[in-house]
């Protein structure tokens, strides 16, 4: 058995290991130089949509699947009709526009932020009248860790925001006071079996994860969300690992967006849950038996953005994961996953490494 993997990032990577402990090969395409996944695999060098590479990976492979959604969904399609392939394209393509992903929201009755269309300075005029302030200005395509934001607080903001931008297609987003943000993450086979993980409790700082704690201990949090991952996984025919993101607000929740693959928030799972969500993703389009999604006490996992401490090297607690990608500004290099019998120890755990990390940052 073979899978071809578009993409060969970290979470290439982390679905690479994953698969060697199943016994299967990968083999990537990724247009970078030493990419963190040619550790676990052969890369062929090239653009993501470059069609030769992506009839190679299809008569050379038993299913194909990517690692990051803006994978163009044209290129998805010319190789599907040779190779399954996983997630399904439409799941993408509702994945890679804001628009389509919140009418998706709509139509499958999962609560959500309001939101307008902004085609102009005039439209934000008038989202900010419907929807009122803050409001999120966000570009519908190619927008990721809080990229293509704007924040408008007051009037005055509308023409920054026009001028940072104007030019893409965008739309307004009512601005969520949230309590807390989680993700659901769920994972449906071929068959069509479904396995949900416990919720995680995410922390983003200017739209980047940096922390996230499972379990959640809100169990009618739990059930609502799992029971939104099904609907989408059920509507889109879907095959693989999904990721939900959702708002907690008074008790309840409200979607944010959701990713057509492994997920940064799921990364606690190699260590804190029975299977991984790279096993599970693996496990899905390979149409085996999905695993068991039951949490192994306490798991945290703390992101490491654009340097890895020496300190954080010899930490006592936790297991370090280091993509072996060049240190910038911004960059996810890597993360450390802690595990605990209980919240609070859990909870103590991340705030010291958390701590560390940023004190040496
Ligand atoms: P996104 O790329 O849309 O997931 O946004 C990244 C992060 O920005 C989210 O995880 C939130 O922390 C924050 N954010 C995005 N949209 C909103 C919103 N409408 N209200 C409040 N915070 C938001």
């Known amino acids: 058995m073979r899978i071809g993997i578009i993409g060969a990032g970290q979470l290439g990577q982390m679905l690479g290991y994953a698969a060697r402990n199943l016994g299967v090969n990968c083999r990537f395409v990724d247009p970078s130089d030493a990419p963190p996944a040619a550790d676990v695999g052969e890369v062929i060098q090239r653009p993501f949509d470059d069609a030769s590479a992506l009839a190679e990976l299809a008569s050379t492979c038993d299913v194909v699947t990517y690692e990051f959604e803006n994978v163009p969904v044209a290129a998805l399609r010319r190789i599907e009709g040779k190779v399954p392939v996983y997630p399904p394209a ?32 005039e439209d934000i005029a008038t989202a900010i009248d419907q929807l009122g302030l803050p409001l999120v200005i966000k ?28 030019g893409n297609s965008l739309i307004a987003e009512q601005w969520v006071n949230f309590d807390y943000e989680v993700s659901a993450i769920g994972a449906r086979n071929v068959a069509g079996d479904i396995v ?68 940064n928030s799921g990364h606690w799972t190699i260590e804190g849950a029975a299977t991984s969500q790279f096993e599970n993703h693996l496990r899905a389009i390979m149409n085996k038996p999905l695993g068991s999604t039951a949490s192994l006490g306490h798991a945290g ?5 654009g340097d890895i401490p020496d300190a954080v090297r010899s930490l006592e607690q936790g297991v370090l994961h280091d ?21 609070a120890g859990c909870d103590a755990l991340v705030d010291i490494i958390s701590r560390s990390v940023n004190q040496s940052a």
């Not at 009037?155 to 104007?166: E, F, I, T, Y």
């Not at 993509?323 to 919240?343: F, M, S």
């Open 90 to 121: 439409a799941a993408l393509r509702h994945a890679q526009d804001r628009l389509d992903e919140k009418r998706l929201f709509d139509q499958l009755d999962i609560p959500l932020p309001g939101y307008r269309t902004i085609d102009s300075r």
């Open 139 to 166: 570009t519908r395509r190619l927008g990721y860790d809080g990229k293509g934001q704007f924040i408008i607080r007051e009037r005055d903001d509308v023409d920054s925001a026009w001028k940072s931008l104007g």
């Open 196 to 263: 949900i993980y416990p919720l995680s409790r995410n922390v983003h700082e200017d739209g980047i994860l940096r922390t996230s704690r499972s379990p959640v201990d809100a169990p009618h949090l739990a059930d609502r969300a799992e029971t939104y991952v099904r609907r989408l996984l059920g509507h889109l025919d879907y095959v693989g690992v999904l990721a939900l993101e959702l708002f907690v607000c008074d008790n309840d929740l409200m979607a944010n967006e959701f990713a057509p693959r492994v997920h």
């Open 301 to 305: 996992m703390i992101n490491l953005i």
């Open 323 to 343: 993509y072996g990608k060049a240190a910038r500004p911004g960059r996810k290099l890597g993360h450390i996953t802690v595990t605990a019998e209980t919240a």
